[in-house]
């Protein structure tokens, strides 16, 4: 298991984002070049990467193509193809994305159709044309879960991996984007354990960030900083260290450098307290 997140620090060289890595006590960082970098850059930083033991965790391909408009749909697909092909030629763990969303107001966002069994069906077809395009030997293509969107649970994503049935997809694991109800958020632990039970052997990557429930009447739910909230980081961290190998871990969505230092110094503390190394 390996801890990483975005970088502050100017970069403009391998050896600049080598040591900008390094300055943060990172073993794992997102890509570091887009997907229209020249071979010579891409192969600069594979090198870089590999001689300083960092893994490369993914490739972010955000975009829609769920997307009701033909031509944004189209533009996502081609960005998704564009962000494997990246992540294969540089070799990093993945390339992700969300699922999308059937609406055209936000990329990510709910929708009245998103949890339809058509929408399953667009979703596994959508990812084996990705894949398929692609056919990566080094890297795999992922889906974020989401709270309104496939996948939403361990459940629906190890259907999904059944139905798209690509050895080149490969789960990317958010757990807080699972919690959709206020069982799941007081049980977490249960929902941590049934991810690994029913996905672990399909995990590449994960993403760190916690959750806190407010107290109005109608349910809501609010990201926060790692150890301000309610996620059972002891499980989650249990759980990816028996796993075994070099999964990521990725801290992400905070405003600063200083609230990732704090982020990052509250899951070392807690893999400490369990006796796991990072």
Same mark, same amino acid.
């Given at each position: 298991?390996?801890?990483?997140?975005?970088?502050?620090?100017?970069?403009?060289?391998?050896?600049?984002?080598? @040591?900008?890595? @390094?300055?943060?006590?990172?073993?794992?960082?997102? !890509?570091?070049?887009?997907? &229209?970098?020249?071979?010579?850059?891409?192969?600069?930083?594979?090198?870089? /990467?590999?001689?300083?033991?960092?893994?490369?965790?993914?490739?972010?391909?955000?975009?829609?193509?769920?997307?009701?408009?033909?031509?944004?749909?189209?533009?996502?697909? &081609?960005?998704?193809?564009?962000?494997? $092909?990246?992540? &294969?030629?540089?070799? #990093?763990? !993945? !390339?992700?994305?969300?699922?999308?969303?059937?609406?055209?107001?936000?990329?990510?966002?709910?929708?009245? /159709?998103? %949890?339809?069994?058509?929408?399953?069906?667009?979703?596994? =077809?959508?990812?084996?044309?990705?894949?398929? #395009?692609?056919?990566?030997?080094?890297?795999?293509?992922?889906?974020?879960?989401?709270?309104?969107?496939?996948?939403?649970? *361990?459940?629906?994503?190890?259907?999904?991996?059944?139905?798209?049935?690509?050895?080149?997809?490969?789960?990317?694991?958010?757990?807080?984007?699972?919690?959709?109800?206020?069982?799941?958020?007081? &049980?977490?632990?249960?929902?941590?354990?049934? !991810?690994?039970? %029913?996905?672990?052997?399909?995990?590449?990557?994960?993403?760190?960030?916690?959750?806190?429930?407010?107290?109005?009447?109608?349910?809501?739910?609010?990201?926060?900083?790692?150890?301000?909230?309610?996620?059972?980081?002891?499980?989650?961290?249990? =759980?990816?260290?028996?796993?075994?190998?070099?999964?990521?871990?990725?801290? $992400?969505?905070? *405003?600063? #450098?200083?609230?990732?230092? @704090?982020?990052?110094?509250?899951?070392?503390?807690? #893999?400490?307290?369990?006796?796991?190394? %990072?």
């Amino acid at each position: 298991m390996r801890l990483g997140g975005p970088l502050f620090e100017p970069i403009d060289s391998p050896d600049a984002w080598v @040591q900008a890595v @390094q300055n943060n006590g990172y073993r794992a960082a997102t !890509c570091p070049v887009a997907p &229209d970098a020249d071979e010579d850059t891409v192969r600069a930083y594979r090198v870089a /990467a590999e001689k300083a033991d960092i893994v490369i965790a993914e490739v972010g391909a955000w975009s829609n193509p769920l997307s009701s408009d033909p031509d944004t749909r189209s533009q996502a697909i &081609d960005k998704c193809i564009r962000g494997l $092909e990246l992540a &294969d030629r540089i070799g #990093a763990i !993945c !390339c992700v994305n969300t699922a999308g969303s059937r609406g055209t107001f936000s990329w990510y966002g709910p929708h009245p /159709a998103n %949890l339809t069994e058509e929408t399953f069906e667009m979703i596994v =077809e959508t990812t084996r044309k990705i894949i398929d #395009a692609v056919r990566p030997t080094r890297s795999v293509f992922s889906l974020e879960p989401m709270p309104w969107i496939y996948p939403d649970s *361990p459940a629906s994503y190890l259907r999904l991996i059944h139905a798209i049935d690509r050895p080149g997809f490969g789960v990317h694991l958010d757990p807080v984007n699972m919690i959709n109800s206020p069982a799941l958020y007081f &049980d977490n632990t249960s929902l941590l354990r049934e !991810c690994f039970r %029913l996905l672990g052997g399909h995990m590449r990557c994960c993403h760190a960030k916690d959750i806190t429930l407010g107290e109005g009447v109608s349910v809501q739910f609010d990201e926060v900083r790692p150890g301000l909230g309610a996620l059972d980081y002891a499980t989650y961290l249990r =759980e990816l260290n028996n796993l075994g190998g070099d999964i990521p871990i990725l801290l $992400e969505h905070l *405003p600063d #450098a200083e609230e990732y230092r @704090q982020a990052a110094d509250h899951i070392r503390g807690v #893999a400490a307290s369990v006796g796991i190394s %990072l």
